[in-house]
């Protein structure tokens, strides 16, 4: 422990404050303080959105530390913020204006936040501040699932199955595939706690199959591929090609097995054919999108309008229940701001696997970018992470999005170990 004081000596109270900002996103506080369901009171509620508060001023502390790299972000990130200013704009067409207003600001700090700690801390850092607030949060699931069973299992639907501080088992699965991603990336990245790391991301694994997320399990394996992928890449150009060729012929494999055997795919997963029931929410909302299909309902609204008559209204007839959100981060943004904001939300997604994939191959795009995007992409097919406010999912794509657009990779406090005059170095060099 004595090599990582060392190391944060000088930024000590950063890595608090990201350590706080990504365990207030996470959400891991909400259940273990306000009960294990899915229904809170008002007074619950708006304590919850009190709670974020201070986060937010550890987040703008950050964005302080971060200095002119965070500024040098934002025109780097124009499809980004184009994203944001399409929400904002949203107010003028929104079913409810003032509710999308009230999100607006938290998806910006959210988005801040991201912003923070990308152009903070070098992914030598990062990855290992990551590490540290998943350990924590790995380590007080533990606690409740083993010493506390009542609230850190599963109790009615999938008895046994680990939820640990959140309120169900996938949450938790979820969480811990971002784990192990980011210990792996912080063994490499660190060679000194290699060990450390390389221990506590394969505790990560064990929480993750204790929480029986079938979800979980392929996104971890992602995770290991990914962090294989960008590892061996980083140790020559020809292992790099054979990477290349080997992800490209897994991917065109999967996708071939998808189209020939979806029933297949979906027992792989522990799914029936209807998702468990979101391809019935996607029909309704396809519905109400047909009315107002080029800029949607507005931003983050169309979830809480109860009025007979609202699209929501409409998309439960359709469904035959009641959902909470699309259950799909591509249906969300569609709903909320039509085909404009759908095409905005395409070029960002592309965007990012092409900047996950340049700066991989050019050595010094961090461990932690690609798998986390690949685990990303995959969630967003059936869950709503996109431009979530105080959503730690949201959050950390940004991020990643950020820190793959900014040029070299040191902390804002340190000068520049590598000018833009010299060339690139493998992945291997930067890492030690």
Known sequence: MKGFIDDWRDAWVSLLCGIAVIVAFSAAWQAPL????DQQSDAAGALMRNFYYPFYLCGMFLAWRGG??????????????????????????????SGTERRLVALFMTILCAYALASRFSWKRLSELLAVAFGLMMAASVVLAVAFPMMGKMQTLFPG????????????????????????????????????????????????LMSTSKTALVSTLIGVAGVSFVYLTGRGPVTGIIMTWL????????????????????????????????????????????????????YGVVWTDTDPFAPLAK????????????????????????????????????????????????????????????????????????????DLHW??????????????????????????????????????
């Open 395 to 432: 959050c950390l794509a940004v991020m990643v999005f950020v820190k793959l657009s900014l040029p070299g990779d040191v902390d804002s406090t340190e000068r520049a170990a590598e000018p833009a005059a010299q060339p690139k170095r493998r992945l291997r060099v930067v890492a030690a």
């Open 161 to 208: 199955a680990w939820r640990g501080v959140w309120i169900e088992k996938n949450m938790l699965g979820t969480y811990m595939a971002i784990g192990f991603t980011a210990c792996a990336a912080a063994a490499i990245h660190n060679p000194a706690r290699r060990w450390f790391w390389w221990g506590v991301s394969a505790a990560m694994v064990f929480v993750m």
């Open 315 to 390: 998309i439960v007839h359709v469904a035959g229940f009641r959902p909470y959100h699309a259950h799909s981060a591509w249906f969300e943004v569609w709903l909320g701001m039509g085909r404009v904001g759908l095409t905005v939300w395409s070029c960002l997604f592309a965007e990012m696997w092409l900047k996950g994939f340049y700066r991989t191959w050019r050595g010094d795009g961090g461990v932690f970018a690609l798998p986390l995007i690949g685990i990303y992409s995959l969630a967003t097919v059936t869950e709503s992470m996109a431009l979530g406010w105080n």
């Open 247 to 298: 992800a490209v012929c897994a991917v065109l494999a999967l996708a071939g097995f998808a189209l020939a055997a979806p029933d297949q795919l979906f027992l792989l997963l522990g799914k029936d054919p209807t998702l468990t029931g979101r391809t019935f929410i996607w029909d309704g909302i396809r519905r109400v999108v047909a009315e107002r299909p080029l800029l949607g309902y507005g």
């Open 68 to 97: 002119l790299r965070l500024l040098d972000a934002t025109w780097r990130t124009a499809t980004l913020l184009g994203l944001f200013g399409l929400c904002a704009a949203s107010i003028l067409w929104s079913i409810d204006p």
């Open 34 to 37: 306000f009960g294990y369901n």
